[in-house]
């Protein structure tokens, strides 16, 4: 029994301390996304579609463990600390490589959740990441600067995703959205 206990404290406690974070993230995540979608349907004027939510949630759920790791764990081992050199390191980490990779996964999935190929989720990609990159810089920049500057690191991407239900407002416009069909003259 002692050797059962101790097996049960030292890994499996261990392991439940070291995911907490990241399983709190999922849940904050996962809410702002489903919150941000329902309001862009609202704004949008359209009768709500849960089905359209649960994949926002989904999406959430499934970014949120490689957003923890862009946006918690990688800024402070490659950039330790809260001087502001660090800080602006990591905001420019965030904005040039972080922010795209996961706009990218997250158009992706939300493709591939409603039933896309991988090349919609290709073409969804290379036509709405970079005007969305564009939209984020200026958005996320001074929340950035807040975050890194203020909140404990625990902390982090929770304040990101509940600071990013505005920003998924917006995202699931985009995700959602048809792709602009080329004018064809007669």
Known sequence: LS????????????????CRPILRTC????????????????????????????????????????????????????????HWAAIAKKMCLFALVNAPLISAFNFSLVTLYKGGTIEDARRKVIRDVPPTWRVGVCYWAPLNLVNL????????ASFGAVAGCVWNVYLSYVANRAPKLPVVSA
């Open 27 to 82: 849940a904050v995540q996962t809410t702002a996304m489903m919150l941000g979608d329902r309001i862009c349907q609202e704004l949008e004027g359209v009768a709500w579609q849960p089905r359209r939510t649960a994949v926002m949630g989904a999406t959430g759920a499934t970014c949120a463990p490689v957003g923890h790791f862009l946006f918690v764990y990688s800024p402070e081992v490659l950039f330790p600390g809260r």
């Open 3 to 18: 050797e059962c206990l101790f097996f049960f404290d030292r890994h499996v406690m261990r392991w439940l301390h070291l």
């Open 149 to 156: 500057a203020l909140v404990p690191i625990e902390l982090r």
